[in-house]
């Protein structure tokens, strides 16, 4: 059975880290990505990455401050996350994908197949 589970939310102050995981059974995944939703806010785009390809793309909102990479011993991946802003307060879910995501479309919920089941993230000022 194929799973994908997030693991390393919580609370924090502004300019504080977290470090999400995403670890997926059943399956090796080419693509993952990450999305986010916020109360009252539409779900949005966090990052992504092809890790067979090193290839990583990153919401404006987050470059510079957030990092995906391939987490080899969970068969997943990681999401650290700097700097945190409250305005990142969301819950963050995990997405992954059996093949390869093309580019135009890594920024798209519905692209990936597999979902994980959310991880609260919430930042204080």
């Known amino acids: 059975q194929v799973q994908l589970e997030e693991s390393g939310g919580g609370a924090v102050q502004a300019g504080g880290s977290l470090r999400l995981s995403c670890a997926a059974s059943g399956r090796t995944f080419p693509s993952y990505a990450w999305f986010r939703q916020a109360p009252g806010k539409e779900r949005e785009f966090v990052a992504a990455?092809?890790?067979?390809?090193?290839?990583?793309y990153y919401a404006d909102s987050v470059k510079g401050r957030f990092t995906i990479s391939r987490d080899k011993v969970q068969n997943g991946v990681h999401l650290q996350m700097n700097a945190l802003e409250p305005e990142d307060t969301a819950v963050y879910y995990c997405?992954?994908?059996?093949?390869?995501?093309?580019?135009?479309?890594?920024?798209?919920?519905?692209?990936?197949?597999?979902r994980g089941q959310g991880t609260q993230v919430t930042v204080s000022s």
């Open positions: 997405k992954a994908h059996g093949s390869r995501v093309i580019t135009s479309a890594t920024r798209t919920w519905e692209s990936y197949a597999y």
């Open positions: 990455t092809r890790w067979n390809e090193g290839t990583v």
